[in-house]
Each structure stands twice: as C-alpha cells, then as structure tokens.
C-alpha cells in the first residue's frame, strides 16, 4: 500500500528509520504517529534472526513501538543495497539511526556522506554516550545510562542502595529529545535550505532529565539524597497509608500547607511557628510524616481523595498498571486507542499524549511485517520487477 498518513501535520515529510532497539524507534514514532512517511529498513530475514536486537516482533514492546511505518529489507553492507539506500535519500527528508558512532562511517552513511547525495538531508544520531569522547565506542544500555547519569543515586529509600527507575527513561527521554531535535532542524531548513546533522545520547538526555536536581549541584554544591516517596525539597510530600491502599499528598508552599492544616482537623498545625515554612517544616520532616500517617490511615483512599480535593490540597491515589488504565479522567483523555496487529488482532496501543486540534494522530498502519512493503517502495524507485528479483535471491532485499 502507498503511505498512509497517521495524521496530515507531517505527512510532507519522509524518513528513512535505521534504528533498532528503543531510544531510536521511540524518536522515530513520534514523526511517524504524526504523519511522516517512515520507511522502516531492516536486515533481510536470512541475515538476522527476529529479536536479535531487541523485543523479538511478536511482544506488545515492539508492537507499540512499530506502528504507522512501512518496512523495507535492505542490506547495507553491500554494494548494491547501499546504493538503493541512497536513491531513497534522495527523495527523503530525513534519516534517523541509533548504531554505534563508528558503524554510520564503515557503511558509508555518514552525514558527510549523506550529504553529498542530498544536501537538505538531516541525519539523526542516538548514541550511548555521544559521538566523540573517551566512551564514544561503548554500547548503550538504558540501565548503564541510569547508573551514570545519576538517577539511580537518588532514586529508592535511604539506606537501601541505588535503584534503578521502573521504565527505560534514558531511552525513551534520547527518543524524545532526538525526535525534537529532528523537528528544530526541519524548521531551520526552511530558512536556510539545508539539512544538518543533529545527535544526542542516553547519557546526556538522563543528565538533562535531572534537572532541579543537577542544578542544585551546579549552584550550590549541593549531592541530592535518596529521599524515597518523599519529595527532596517540598515538605511535607509523601506517599501515605490509608486503611485500603496509598495515596500521594503533594505539599508545595504554605498557603497549600494551611489547607492541609484545615483538612485534617489540626488547626494548632497551622499556628505553630516551628512549621510555618518550607524549611522548618523540612527540619520535623520525620515528625510530620509520623502524625500525618497517622491521621490518613483512618479512612480509605477515596474518601481521602474526595475529602482533600475540596479542601484544595493535591493529592491522589496510587494505582497498579490496570487500575490506572480503568481511570475515568485516564479513559477520557484517551491515552490508549484502537490497532490492528499481527500478534494480538485487535488491540490497543498507547495513543501520543498531546493533540493538536486541527491535525489530529491515529494509530492508522499497522506495525510491518518484516519486508512487508519492499516491493512498493523500491517500485517507487522504479526498480524494474526482474531486478528486484536479482535482488531477493543475492538476499540483497
């Protein structure tokens, strides 16, 4: 089938999609759910096995990543296929690819390389750790990314060692940034008419991530601890036991503390002056978190709930996976919509969490089967049909 856009924001545009894993495919969905013609090229079936990097082609993982794509086999490590690469280039806008930094110059598809084919062509670039330095080489890895970054240093309760975040962050946040590095290039090329080479890495995208956190060490030399459900500065902000389950109650500020004074009956709180700010109350954090559990166990979760939203203290419960997803306020913003797969025949996948009113994304195509639109793409390249069988049987396709 021709391209079907997902939606008509980016549907003049085209991407050649050299990734694998998650960081790369992650950045790749975002232009792909918002109407880009993504052109998936993967290694023949007889050159590498399904799964052999990654979630193998059957798993939800790798369904939720592959939608709205078209999948062409290409070999380029020959000759021949790399030559049928860079014809693509020359109709494309953009390719995105997530190898490690010296494999792009070994295939002959370099920015400098790419460059010479299209000039208004702009190159994507994931890596572990960036593309030059000391640990350029090293293989990327969400975990390693976590660990150096700093995240599982404050991340888990105090006491109990580094913990590692529950989703891959370091590729998912690389995806994101990648894929908005992507659209800051498209929108320089229409002033000055050519493409660039962008790149990011896990390791900076999970420094970048740190934020407040980094910038208390850059400003003020301060090591952030591991401070558990607690918030590292907010006070008080905590996950607390109800008789039937948990909920967060988030403190920022005093007028917000004056609330929470109010809402549970303790208005000597509210006038003692050793709790009157942030600070002092941060000085008694282990004292108040004491008496406010106390007082939250009494009463379930959703009286809490109800109790605290009226009185304008934010706050909410704590739920598993398929609790969130039952949600009325998750179920009206439509975070999860229709698909087709393989796999699971009909299905849901989880839908781009912003919307744009008047060019709205759809999970409209299918995640490819492995090749499955070769023949139309290269047909496209008006490739004659006897020589795309030349190329089926030298597995250059």
Request: contains cysteine; charged residues 25%; hydrophobic residues 40%.
């Amino acid at each position: 089938m021709p391209h079907k856009p997902a939606s008509t924001a980016l549907d003049h545009i085209r991407v050649l999609d050299l990734t694998r894993v998650r960081s790369g495919p992650t950045a790749v969905r975002q232009l792909a759910d918002w109407g880009a013609d993504v052109i998936k090229i993967e290694q023949p079936a007889s050159l590498e096995a399904d799964g052999a990097l990654g979630a193998g082609r059957n798993t939800a993982d790798w369904q939720n990543l592959q939608r709205n794509r078209r999948s062409l086999t290409l070999n380029l490590k020959d000759p021949e296929g790399l030559s049928i690469f860079k014809r693509l280039v020359v109709t494309a806008d953009i390719v995105v690819e997530n190898f490690r930094p010296d494999v792009k110059a070994r295939l002959g598809i370099d920015y400098d390389n790419l460059k010479a084919v299209n000039p208004r062509i702009i190159l994507a670039s994931i890596s572990g750790f960036g593309q030059t330095g000391p640990y350029a080489k090293r293989p990327g890895f969400d975990q390693i990314a976590q660990g150096m970054g700093g995240l599982m240093s404050i991340t888990g309760a105090p006491g109990e060692g580094p913990m590692r975040v529950g989703i891959p962050i370091a590729d998912l946040t690389a995806g994101l940034f990648c894929a908005l590095g992507v659209l800051t290039a498209l929108i320089e090329r229409d002033k000055s008419g050519e493409g660039q080479w962008l790149h990011t890495s896990l390791l900076q995208s999970q420094i970048f991530m740190l934020d407040f956190q980094a910038a208390r060490w850059l400003m003020q030399k301060e090591i952030a601890p591991q401070v558990g459900n607690e918030h590292p500065t907010s006070v008080p902000t905590n996950r607390y036991e109800t008789s039937d389950g948990s909920i967060n109650i988030a403190v920022a500020g005093d007028q917000i503390w004056q609330r929470l004074c109010t809402a549970l009956d303790r208005p000597a709180w509210a006038k003692d002056a050793g709790l009157s700010d942030n600070a002092k109350r941060k000085e008694r954090r282990d004292e108040l978190n004491a008496k406010i559990g106390k007082i939250i166990a009494t009463k379930t979760t959703a009286d809490w709930v109800e109790h605290l939203t009226e009185a304008g203290v934010p706050c909410g419960p704590i739920y598993r996976i398929d609790e969130m997803f039952e949600d009325a306020q998750v179920q009206h913003l439509g975070v999860s919509a229709p698909i087709e797969t393989d796999p699971f025949g009909e299905t849901q996948a989880l839908a781009q969490p912003f919307q744009l009113a008047r060019t709205p994304s759809a999970l409209t195509v299918s995640p490819p089967v492995r090749g499955q639109h070769t023949d139309e793409i290269l047909e496209e390249l008006q490739i004659d049909p006897d020589d795309l069988k030349a190329l089926r049987e030298r597995c250059i396709v």
